[in-house]
């Protein structure tokens, strides 16, 4: 690969991005380093829980958020009545 030589700090950076991903992609492949598989998998088991947590957060709050709501319309519906809103 050759050397790229821009006047952008950015490009810069990026280069230097691409060529450390790509020595590490041939480190990998010449099995120096064995263990990004098993980092890989614990990301993936890291992403689930995290994943599943947020489902259950969201099973729980929504009903809520969905009930208030509710009321809110409501009480602005009946702005003009002398009907009094829950708090």
Not at 37 to 54: D, F, K, P, Q, R
Request: glycine letters at 6%; a positive charge; proline letters at 2%.
């Amino acid at each position: 690969m050759r050397n790229l030589t821009a006047s952008h700090p950015a490009l810069n950076y990026l280069d230097l991005v691409l060529r450390s991903r790509i020595a590490a992609v041939r480190a990998a492949a010449d099995g120096e380093d064995r263990n990004l598989g098993a980092s890989a998998v614990e990301w993936v088991v890291i992403t689930m829980i995290v994943l599943v947590l947020v489902g259950i957060a969201a099973a729980i709050i929504i009903p809520d958020i969905t009930n208030k709501s509710t009321a809110i319309g409501t009480c602005i519906t009946n702005a003009g009545t002398a009907t009094k809103c829950a708090s």
